[in-house]
């Protein structure tokens, strides 16, 4: 049997993180039955990987597939996909410098979607999720639905209010959070959801002293830098039960 190529390599541990991903952001109670996360190709940047549809504490390497970036499954696979997988292509496709991307309901998260209460940051780990956070309401362009974002056309739409930001919030339904890796996106991810809890039980002793801009500047590069990314990654691992990988 020939040996693996270089780019298969590649190509086999970008999906080993993204199995890793959905594992991890179950295990953090992130991403709850119906969430998702996904990764860009990095040897195609016209395409993205990301589960079959399914709920993502059980996703293995088998469910993976591969889609171009309007959506469309590359092979014949016959297993139902997301629907909101145009979520991930929208963006993909408006933002090259986005390389992984999730979509979940945590619930800490929800009532920010619904209420004028700011989300800055107000930890120092939390400051990778950014100062600026827009909220995307389907009802201006879409009026009455059943709340997915199932059409390219929601899907640029939602894309669009997330502009150059990491998250952007989707009112009554959850949020997507946008980065330029696996490991930065779960960073990302984990500090919305601590940050929301955190803002929410603060609120019942007094008043929030938010982050300053320079502060989330700062701490976000650091919280985002190659250290403190495998240091967390390392954590995030073991606790999903995949120690030593």
């Given at each position: 049997m020939p040996d693996r190529t270089y780019e298969q390599d590649v190509v086999e541990h970008t999906l080993t993180e993204l199995v890793l991903a959905n594992r991890i952001l179950a295990r953090e109670d992130v991403i709850d039955d119906f969430g998702h996360v996904s990764v860009r190709n990095p040897l195609n940047p016209e395409r993205y990987f990301i589960s079959r549809s399914r709920s993502p504490v059980n996703v293995t390497r088998d469910d993976i597939l591969e889609y171009t970036?309007?959506?469309e499954l590359i092979g014949n696979d016959p297993r139902r996909p997301y629907a909101e997988r145009h979520i991930h292509g929208a963006i993909y496709k408006d933002r090259p410098d986005v390389h992984s991307i999730t979509h979940h309901h945590a619930r800490s998260v929800i009532p920010f979607t619904m209420i004028d209460i700011p989300l800055r940051p107000m930890?120092?780990?939390?400051?990778?999720i950014g100062k600026e956070f827009v909220t995307w309401d389907s009802q201006d362009e879409f009026g009455d639905t059943n709340m997915l974002v199932d059409s390219m056309e929601m899907g640029h739409s939602l894309s669009r209010a997330l502009g150059n930001n990491r998250v952007v919030l989707l009112r009554g339904h959850g949020c997507v959070c946008a980065a330029t890796s696996v490991k930065a996106v779960i960073r990302i991810?984990?500090?919305l959801r601590d940050n929301?809890?955190?803002?929410?039980?603060?609120?019942?002793?007094?008043?929030?002293?938010?982050?300053?801009?320079?502060?989330i500047d700062k701490a976000g590069n650091l919280m985002l830098g190659d250290m403190a990314l495998a240091r967390a990654w390392d954590y995030w691992v073991a606790r999903a039960g995949f120690a030593g990988l």
């Open positions: 970036l309007e959506g930890f120092h780990m939390s400051s990778v991810s984990i500090g929301a809890e955190l803002i929410l039980s603060t609120r019942q002793l007094g008043e929030i002293k938010h982050l300053t801009d320079g502060e």
